[in-house]
């Protein structure tokens, strides 16, 4: 084990990416994750590696494209309103299958909204990040040090299949700070990037990146191979952490900095009798619908949706459930964050006097 080190989880994000390779990093600041730029405008051009900070959002992302398109590891980082801006470009991305990371710090909505933390940016990131049939993986990291770890595989889920990935923290993950440790990045066997547009080398005709298709059988091919994509990640990468849930008297089901405070009320919970379980997903997409094929008959009363939104994740947890149990909801919303005294009162409205 290496030494640990202070950090706040947006200088972690920065420090992460630069250990995993990233050679190039486009941006805008907004708060709450403006700090992950200001990090890489630090270190990166002493690194002989390229920062830019762009005129906007909109350039951002397409940078990042360019960057992508000619086999180089970039990312990008913003929040809410700043990935709402980035989503046309998310899309030519993804349909271009150009590998990057897109870090999401996540404050409150909708509109210009508020700075303080939220995860109210759900349904966008697993259904609506950009217009087109298409997804993205999610990581939802519940602690700086996932952060730093869930960095390192973003950048190889990307260059594996060829995507963009996302890696979705709360404002509340980028400001704080913990001991981490940056391990030694592993190597792993990623595919060549025979695809990518860098020059002529030994080929006999030029690579070109695009996601235009004007005949509609071609785009309809194409849209069939992405979704062939998806399918291999859903068999490869879904991911989800599984918390005292044997013989449960409720399940709690949470992600991020909320399956934390989840845990705490759960102690609470203990201490007046109550057998509470967590499901915490940590991909968003894709969903780990598994970890509730495991647990819906560990639970007598059901489940239920903790979240700092107005209930964006209810609907993968009903579809998981399929009818089976009950699903409950308690959330906060517009950056306050649920307490786990909040928490436990609902448990008990939910478990009953049995």
């Known amino acids: ?6 950090i706040k989880g947006n200088e972690a994000i920065g420090e992460a990416a630069l250990r995993a390779g990233c050679q190039c990093f486009f941006g805008y600041p907004i708060t709450p994750q403006t700090e992950v730029a200001a990090y890489m405008a630090k270190k990166m051009p002493k690194m002989g590696r390229v920062f830019l900070q762009a005129e906007s959002e909109v350039a951002a992302i397409n940078m990042v494209y360019g960057a992508g398109g000619a086999g180089i590891r970039v990312m990008t980082s913003s929040s809410s309103p700043g990935i709402s801006l980035k989503s046309e470009g998310i899309s030519y ?4 299958e150009v590998p ?15 700075i303080q933390p939220a995860q109210s940016d759900y349904n966008q990131a697993t259904r609506g ?11 939802a990291p519940a ?3 996932e952060m730093v770890d869930f960095i390192g595989e973003a950048f190889d889920m990307a260059d594996r299949y060829r995507t963009p990935v996302m890696v979705m923290g709360d404002g509340m993950l980028g400001q704080m700070m913990e001991p981490v440790e940056f391990a030694d990045v592993e190597e792993r066997e990623l595919p060549v990037k025979e695809w990518a547009a860098n020059g002529l080398g030994d080929r006999k005709k030029h690579n070109v990146i695009n996601s235009l298709f004007l005949k509609a059988d071609e785009l309809e091919n ?33 992600y991020g900095t909320t399956a934390r405070i989840c845990k705490n009320a759960i102690r609470l919970a203990e201490a007046e009798g109550l057998k509470i379980g967590l499901v915490r997903p940590i991909t968003l997409w894709p969903f780990p619908f598994e970890a509730f094929e495991k647990t819906v008959n560990s639970t007598k009363h059901g489940f239920l949706s903790v979240e700092m939104s107005m209930g964006q994740m209810v609907e993968d947890v009903k579809l998981a459930v399929l009818g089976r149990k009950p699903v409950g909801f308690y959330g906060r919303a517009g950056g306050m964050i649920p307490t786990p005294d909040a928490i436990l009162e609902k448990i008990k409205t939910m478990v009953g006097g049995n």
């Open 143 to 145: 602690s700086i040090q």
């Open 100 to 114: 990057c990371v897109i870090i999401n710090i996540v404050r409150g909505g909708p509109g210009l909204g508020s």
């Open 222 to 254: 194409h849209n069939i191979h992405l979704f062939k994509k998806f399918d291999a990640i859903k068999a490869n990468e879904v991911r989800y952490e599984l918390y005292n849930c044997d013989d449960a008297d409720l399940i709690l089901v949470a």
């Open 129 to 139: 990040l950009g217009h087109g049939d298409f997804f993205v993986p999610v990581l």
């Open 1 to 6: 084990m290496g030494e640990k080190v202070l």
């Open 93 to 96: 991305i993804a349909g271009a």
